[in-house]
């Protein structure tokens, strides 16, 4: 089998494949013990060729790779693409552009929400993929003939899913549907989370300000540790002990002992020392300073119902229009369009306000009516009920 373990012959193949309008990338990577991931293969594919690079060769220069990531006249083909651009952006500190991910063009062609690649693959081509290969480790070398097959096939159906969604997007209108779904992943700011906000990626198991403020406080420190020492951020602080800690707001080693959520000694190590100064800190903020809890907006009487409707009204349009709910409206965005008729929803801009946004606002304001035909639920203009009389003035 040829796999590429060198430089030279990483450069003629990126080379090559920079020639042509798109490449399929794929990666292969363990986690488990690091907050980086660590890049074992990666895997590409063009119209006329399929390669396999073992990026732990010893001496091998992935820079070849870097550079075509880079290439703007290469579409950059993932199927839930996040994670390899990730790696992307580990290794080079950019976001490859422009970028084209199959799993969200499928919810765009109706393959349902967040469809898997071996589920995509075998809708588009029959092809059933040989799985057992996913969770080997890819850290062994030399890897086995089964691996190999393994990984090129990844690129290799996943060009052949690019070609039949495409087309499919063009067929249906909807190419920049996806180019607007594109924008998330392709935001610097998805794969570089400053450690100051690295407390939204908790639950906000906390009911007063001094303890989201110490939430705060321990979530910057614990991601800026992780990142550090390359560890996950539950080997520095399990979010669990976060929270107990965030509640307790202990101001000494011995409280901070006394925690059922850490190791016997913990209080005594350096990292027990950091937690109590972050504590301190929080503690030392004027009340009036203190960061308030989000919560959201309350609904007022009757939204409940009125978002129970939307969501039968945005089940009827996607099955309609062959489009997965998931990619047109969340059940926040329904919420927020029940609150308000000028929310700043995606659901409220662009293609999504044509298919369903607009639909919703007429579904609130009496404009529209579900009905039930004997076999299925069916949306129904109707005139607009009569404004309410109140005291006399209508």
């Known amino acids: 089998m040829h796999l590429i ?11 090559a494949l920079a020639a042509h309008d798109y490449v399929a990338v794929d990666t292969e990577f363990l986690r488990e013990t690091t907050f980086w991931p660590k890049l074992c293969v990666v895997q590409m594919a063009g119209p006329d060729t399929a390669v396999v690079v073992d990026a732990l060769a010893d001496g091998l220069d992935m820079a070849p790779f870097l550079d075509l990531m880079k290439n703007e006249r290469v579409v950059k083909v993932f199927h839930s693409g996040r994670q390899d651009i990730e ?8 976001v490859p552009h422009p970028i084209f991910d199959t799993q969200v063009a499928a919810m765009v062609c109706g393959f349902g929400d967040s469809i898997s690649y071996d589920q995509l693959v ?25 691996q190999y097959d393994y990984a090129l096939s990844d690129v290799t159906h996943l060009r052949d899913a690019y070609h039949h969604l495409k087309k499919r997007l063009a067929d249906q209108g909807r190419s920049d549907w996806v180019a607007d779904e594109m924008e998330v992943l392709t935001s610097h700011e998805t794969y570089d989370l400053d450690p100051v906000n690295a407390w939204t990626r908790l639950k906000l198991r906390v009911k007063k300000p001094i ?3 110490i939430l705060q406080e321990l979530a910057a420190w614990r991601e800026r540790e992780a990142r550090a020492r390359d560890v996950p951020r539950s080997r520095i602080l399990k979010d669990d002990a ?9 101001r000494d080693a011995s409280a901070l002992g006394n925690l059922r ?4 000694g913990y209080e005594r190590s350096r990292a027990g020392e950091e937690i109590l100064a972050c504590v301190q800190r929080a503690l030392a903020i004027p009340r009036d300073q203190l960061p308030v809890i989000p919560r959201g907006k309350p609904m007022p009487d009757g939204a409940g119902a009125a978002v129970d409707l939307m969501k039968v009204l945005l089940k009827l349009v996607c099955e309609k229009h062959g489009v997965a709910s998931k990619v047109v409206a969340t059940v926040d965005e329904l919420e927020a369009i029940a609150t308000d008729d000028e929310a700043d929803v995606p659901a409220l801009k662009g293609w999504r306000r044509e298919l369903f946004g607009t639909e919703a606002l007429k579904l609130k304001h009496g404009r529209l009516a579900l009905s039930f035909d004997g076999r299925k639920v069916i949306a129904v203009e109707c005139e607009p009920p009569p404004p309410k009389v109140r005291n006399g003035v209508k």
């Open 122 to 146: 075998q809708r588009v081509s029959g092809h059933h993929i040989d799985k057992s290969s996913r969770f080997t480790d890819w850290t062994r070398r030399p890897l086995t003939q089964k």
């Open 242 to 250: 976060i929270y107990e800690i965030a509640a307790d707001q202990p």
């Open 87 to 94: 790696i992307v952006f580990n290794l080079g500190g950019f």
């Open 211 to 213: 303890e989201l403020a």
């Open 5 to 15: 373990s060198t430089t030279s012959d990483l450069a003629a193949a990126c080379e």
């Open 261 to 264: 959520s850490l190791s016997k």
